[in-house]
């Protein structure tokens, strides 16, 4: 069985998942792609993930007025929900 297939619902949460597919979207929203940088720090009741990325890049991530960000924290919400397991999104500057 693929690690891919045993992400399904009701399988153990991999919280590495969740970072992967937030670092491979922030990459295809960035200029420099090399600067991106996705963390996953465990908290007392979740995971928050960091990301970072180049100063110039920092109004790409974020949107017009916040549209970009928020589609990500949604998704991040939408997993948690799936998985029983709460993710938080943040921009470290």
Same mark, same amino acid.
């Given at each position: &069985?693929? +690690? #891919?297939?045993?992400?399904?619902? @009701? +399988?153990p949460v991999q919280k590495s998942y969740m970072r992967e597919a937030v670092e491979m979207v922030v990459k295809s929203l960035v200029d420099d792609v090399d600067a991106v940088d996705? #963390?996953? =720090?465990?908290?007392? @009741?979740? %995971? !928050?993930?960091?990301? #970072?990325?180049?100063?110039?890049? &920092?109004? /790409? $991530?974020? @949107?017009?007025?916040?549209? %970009?960000? #928020?589609? $990500?924290?949604? !998704? +991040?919400?939408? =997993?948690? $929900? /799936?998985? /029983?397991?709460?993710? &938080?999104?943040?921009? =470290?500057?």
């Open positions: &069985m693929s +690690a #891919r297939l045993s992400a399904h619902a @009701g +399988a996705v #963390r996953e =720090v465990e908290q007392q @009741g979740g %995971t !928050l993930i960091e990301v #970072r990325v180049a100063p110039s890049d &920092m109004g /790409k $991530l974020i @949107g017009r007025q916040g549209r %970009t960000i #928020r589609a $990500l924290r949604s !998704l +991040a919400f939408a =997993v948690s $929900l /799936k998985r /029983k397991h709460r993710f &938080m999104l943040e921009i =470290v500057e």
